[in-house]
């Protein structure tokens, strides 16, 4: 009896330290830098005592050389701590220190378009997902409202049609936040100290100058403002008649980029050659690209990372004013960082699918809707005027939740830096059931009917 009795006593304390120790990471692996932020909690991601004025105007401590190369080097937030790396940080952050949030000063006042049949506000999101949440709208109204095309013709009291929900840090709780993700639904996160740090860093182009010189990048051109991802044709496999790459792979540094980049916007037309930059960086790599400098997506569980064993790394997208990514879908869940700039976002959400048109799985650009968004054929596609849609705007500092096979399509406002990461495919038993039933006969049938 007494052997019996130390056995479960052994048992309850291996058990209590278990949780302990679980319960402790997760909440070191959520936490901001100040490490009051509570993983799951009730109460605010900051410390309930001060209001969000009082965090902004709390005084900043002074750190010495010591603890900033300290930080810098901290092996669970980046992979590369270099000596060039460490010194740079140290230069710009000493730069940024003396700043306020000029970073946001050229970004525009977006705000919800106020409809009556919306049975919740898009800035202010009750705690539970509402039914029929996102709110959606027809997609010709969408865009006869704001031509792609035309990103700087903004609308009127640049009123967009957003029903996606916007979560501010330091208001809305990581428990309200994480009850949108659990049903896999988008959702915007706005003013994480992590990502508005490294937005301020990036504001600088001298700082991305320094950090990524003259190495070429394999990216993409385009004869015109158009991007649609595309495969070269498998093996025993011709693609349709007619068909040409819609973009070529070319390589080219930052700073060549920036170049064609940073002109007079009026010099970019939807006909004038486009460049769309991009980085793509695995922590496997030992590089030291800019995408392994970004501690928000550190391969831990937190807010942006689902399942951090299954994540595809880190991919950055730079875009110069009015470059479209035609829409299209993933197979996996995405947490979208925009570092620089705006991106226009219009998203659709998987039942949607049978009204996009998409390619058959065979052609090069499968998982693409057929239609060109800019000048939508209604007569040729009169499915797509059928689909709902929903359009959100993010700027520098902002993290979107986007699940996977949700379409979207993007169009750049102006010059923007984009990075995001991929954290897994699996869903629960009854997401994946609703993701099958409304996608799967669609995803899966070729449109042999339908001429691409």
């Known amino acids: 009896m007494k052997s019996f009795t130390c056995i479960v006593c052994v048992m309850f304390i291996c058990s209590t330290l278990f949780m302990h120790n679980t319960v402790n990471k997760l909440y070191q692996s959520t936490s901001s830098q100040d490490g009051k932020f509570r993983f799951g909690g009730k109460g605010n991601m900051h410390d309930k005592k001060m209001s969000k004025n009082e965090l902004q105007k709390r005084p900043k401590v002074a750190e010495t050389n010591d603890q900033m190369e300290a930080r810098l080097r901290d092996k ?67 865009l006869n409202h704001w031509q792609p095309d035309e990103p700087s013709n903004f609308p009127e009291n640049y009123e967009i049609y957003q029903g996606i929900c916007v ?58 403002n158009h991007f649609m991802y595309w495969k070269a044709p498998q093996k025993g496999r011709t693609p349709p008649k007619g068909w040409k790459k819609p973009t070529e792979n070319r390589k080219i540094s930052y700073n060549e980029w920036f170049k064609k980049a940073n002109v007079d916007e009026s010099q970019l037309t939807t006909n004038s050659p486009h460049w769309y930059y991009r980085i793509n960086a695995f922590y496997s790599d030992r590089g030291g690209e800019a995408s392994n400098k970004l501690p928000f997506f550190r391969m831990v569980h937190n807010l942006y990372m689902v399942e951090p064993k299954n994540q595809r790394g880190i991919n950055c997208r730079f875009g110069m004013k009015g470059v479209i990514a035609e829409n299209h879908f993933d197979g996996s869940r995405n947490s979208i960082a925009i570092l620089t700039g705006e991106r226009r976002y219009l998203l659709t959400e998987p039942s949607q699918c049978e009204n996009l048109i998409l390619y058959p799985q065979n052609h090069p650009s499968g998982r693409h809707s057929a239609v060109d968004w800019s000048k939508p054929d209604y007569r040729k596609y009169p499915e797509f005027e059928k689909a709902m849609v929903n359009e959100i705007v993010l700027q520098a500092g902002d993290v979107m939740y986007l699940p996977k096979n949700w379409f979207h399509y993007i169009i750049s406002i102006g010059r923007n830096y984009q990075c995001n990461i991929r954290s897994g495919q699996k869903n629960t038993r009854e997401q994946e059931v609703r993701l099958r039933i409304n996608t799967n006969k669609c995803l899966r049938t070729i449109r042999d009917e339908i001429e691409y």
């Open 76 to 142: 669970t937030i980046f992979l590369e701590q270099s000596d060039d790396y460490v010194e740079l940080r140290r230069k710009y952050e000493s730069i940024i220190s003396n700043e306020d949030n000029s970073y946001r000063d050229k970004l525009h006042p977006f705000k919800p378009m106020s409809v009556t049949d919306m049975k919740y506000d898009p800035m202010h999101c009750p705690d539970d997902v509402p039914v029929g949440y996102p709110h959606a709208f027809p997609v010709k109204e969408v």
């Open 167 to 224: 979560f501010q840090w330091g208001r809305d709780s990581a428990e309200k936040i994480l009850n949108y993700r659990s049903a896999e639904v988008p959702y915007v996160i706005r003013g994480d100290p992590d990502v508005t740090e490294t937005a301020r860093r990036w504001s600088h182009p001298e700082y991305l100058h320094e950090l990524l010189g003259d190495q070429p990048q394999k990216s993409e051109f385009s004869l015109n």
